[in-house]
């Protein structure tokens, strides 16, 4: 059975050993305000080199400003996460938060835990005020046609800092009314 609850500090080591392993098969990328499927092909293992020690030090400053971290264990494994940054964010007219952090480790995935964390977070999200969430998905199919799945819709103009961040990244917003 898992159980699911918001992270504490001493939680934060633990988002590191979510095994986000994955066979990339297509990517997509964004040409005149449309999405464009192509072939790509690569076998993620792991974290790259550096970018979970990086996550840890971001998702820290986090949590530190107020920001709000979810996560599902099996036991004492943390099996699948998702963080909302509580900078607000001016987008589109709306007043966004951003969704850091949303990966479920590699066994679990396909049981819908991705769309409940996800639902949490909106939940969240409309909580404390915001209209919406930023979405910067990798650019890989199976991410960005799981947060299309979940309602979120391409931005017209990414946040210019975010994008700077994450150029190759797919920038959505998910509508929280």
């Not at 396909?110 to 209209?131: I, K, T």
């Not at 930023?134 to 990414?158: D, I, M, W």
Request: glycine share 8%; proline share 3%.
């Amino acid at each position: 059975m898992l159980i699911e609850r918001v992270l504490t500090e001493s939680d934060l080591p633990l988002l590191a050993l979510i095994d986000r392993s994955e066979l990339v098969e297509e990517c997509y990328r964004v040409e005149n305000a449309e999405l464009i499927l192509y072939l790509a092909r690569f076998d993620m293992r792991g974290w790259p080199e550096g970018e979970a020690e990086e996550n840890a030090r971001v998702l820290e400053k986090c949590w530190r400003s107020g920001g709000w971290l979810h996560g599902l264990f099996d036991g004492e494994t943390m099996v699948a996460a998702v963080v909302v940054d509580n900078r607000v964010i001016h987008n589109q007219g709306l007043k966004m938060r951003q969704l850091k952090f949303l990966h479920i480790s590699r066994d679990w995935r396909g049981q819908g835990l991705g769309g409940r964390l996800f639902a949490l977070a909106c939940e969240h999200g409309r909580e404390v005020g915001a209209e919406a969430l930023y979405v910067s998905a990798t650019e890989s199919r199976n991410t960005v046609e799981f947060y299309q799945h979940q309602g979120c819709r391409l931005l017209k103009q990414p946040d210019p800092e975010l994008f700077a961040l994450e150029p190759h990244d797919i920038h959505f917003y998910c509508r929280l009314d």
